[in-house]
């Protein structure tokens, strides 16, 4: 009994390792080994509603992809698109979330009169393998020197999903997720110390006091969001 037990923690643990890292070889494109399941932030398109600086509004299905980072509509002709002149737009709702668009879309996870946490996911590329001698694989790309294909939160250029690779090749493919900060004007920061801080200069005591009794880490988004009622109440 234990032996199985142990067994379904090792199929557990590993079916949720494989959720956040893929590997794509020659051959394969990233949009069939990862699946729109993945790609995107629902399974489906789903009605939203994009809201602009200038009152304006309009409706349409919508989706956030994790990899280009851009936030995509099915136009009436059923052709998809990405949501353009992005420094337009004050907030998007889809269903009952909401995203902010600040240089990249966060999603607002919680929020009060006084702050709002919100978190970017994203699917990035970390390491590209080429086929040397005696056809063992080694790595061409290091996490650093591979980011050239991630510029500006864009992990790769819009028709990667469809491409195969042609090389004899694998790259690999991990998704992360990144905690920010907003103050009452929407202007979004890395959920860091130094920039809580900031925002509350006159509570530090009581913030950093709070943050030691229990034991928050900015990382995680039920500590965050703790945090936040916290900073609503002070």
Not at 42 to 51: K, L, R, S
Not at 62 to 91: C, H, Q, R, W
């Amino acid at each position: 009994i234990c032996l199985l037990i142990f067994s379904l923690i090792l199929l557990q643990v590993g079916g949720n390792a494989q959720k956040n890292q893929w590997t794509v070889n020659a051959g394969e494109s990233v949009k069939e080994v990862l699946g729109d399941s993945a790609i995107y932030r629902y399974p489906q398109f789903q009605q939203g509603t994009a809201y602009y600086k200038d009152g304006s509004f309009s409706h349409a299905p919508l989706n956030l992809n994790f990899i280009t980072g851009e936030m995509e509509f099915i136009t009436p002709s059923k052709d998809t698109l990405a949501v353009a002149n992005e420094t337009s737009i004050k907030y998007i709702t889809i269903q009952r979330n909401t995203f902010y668009f600040d240089k990249v879309y966060i999603e607002l996870i919680h929020s009060n009169d006084a702050v709002k946490p919100g978190k970017l996911d994203i699917i990035k590329l970390t390491d590209v393998k080429k086929e040397g001698a005696f056809g063992q694989m080694s790595s061409t790309a290091s996490i650093s020197s591979a980011a050239t294909l991630y510029n500006d939160n864009k992990s790769f250029y819009s028709n990667s999903q469809s491409q195969k690779l042609t090389e004899r090749s694998a790259i690999t493919l991990q998704k992360e997720t990144f905690f920010f900060i907003a103050d009452s004007l929407n202007n979004f920061l890395p959920a860091e110390k130094k920039n809580i801080n900031k925002m509350f200069s006159k509570k530090i005591p009581a913030i950093e006091s709070f943050i030691k009794e229990n034991k928050i880490e900015l990382n995680k988004e039920n500590d965050l969001v703790e945090l936040t009622d916290f900073l609503g109440k002070i």
